[in-house]
């Protein structure tokens, strides 16, 4: 026996049921960015934590409190994609090292960046705002040593990890553990 025929206002339901089921699927598939919050920083310089905070319209605020007060807050109209601490410099103080999208004035397209705050005297202050590595950036973490490890696409395509440190201004490239490899190959020797 056929199925029965569906009146056109059952077949309208059934699409417009269809179509929320992939908007849900669509919406709810992108991964949400969550930041470990807060960090505790515990130095010769600060006591308190840092934690990130996502704003309504767009960016985020990094805040610094102390015993339970916040001492200090810088907001950033940009998506976060990466948030981490390390001593980078080697002063003994923790810094903070935030990934962001964003333009630049000699690159006006978004692209992800990295940022390296400072906490000094209990405020925020920028160390690094140089932004840009050696290739496109795709991931950094920090190294309990201070070494910023990333994770760059090159510009034929392929992936690189690369070795970072802090040299009197900004951070300079060491070495890069692989290089013009696929992206199966760099991640591993990224998470490793």
Request: glycine share 6%; hydrophobic share 35%; aromatic share 10%.
């Amino acid at each position: 026996m056929p199925p029965a025929a569906q009146t056109p206002r059952s077949l309208a339901r059934t699409f417009i049921l269809g179509l929320s089921s992939i908007t849900i699927l669509l919406c709810c598939s992108k991964p949400e960015v969550r930041f470990p919050s807060p960090i505790a920083i515990r130095d010769h310089y600060f006591q308190g934590d840092v934690r990130i905070s996502f704003l309504r319209n767009k960016g985020f605020k990094v805040s610094l409190t102390t015993d339970g007060q916040q001492v200090d807050q810088v907001v950033f109209p940009y998506e976060a994609y990466h948030f981490d601490t390390a001593d980078v410099n080697h002063d003994g103080s923790t810094d903070i090292l935030l990934g962001l999208i964003k333009p630049t004035e000699f690159d006006p397209v978004h692209k992800k960046r990295l940022f390296i705050l400072r906490v000094d005297h209990d405020q925020l202050r920028p160390l690094w705002l140089g932004s840009k590595v050696c290739q496109n950036l795709i991931s950094f973490k920090a190294k309990s040593n201070g070494i910023i490890q990333t994770l760059e696409q090159t510009n034929n395509g392929n992936y690189a990890v690369g070795v970072y440190q802090w040299e009197s201004f900004g951070l300079t490239l060491i070495h890069y553990r692989i290089n013009e490899k696929p992206y199966h190959d760099a991640i591993q020797i990224f998470e490793s």
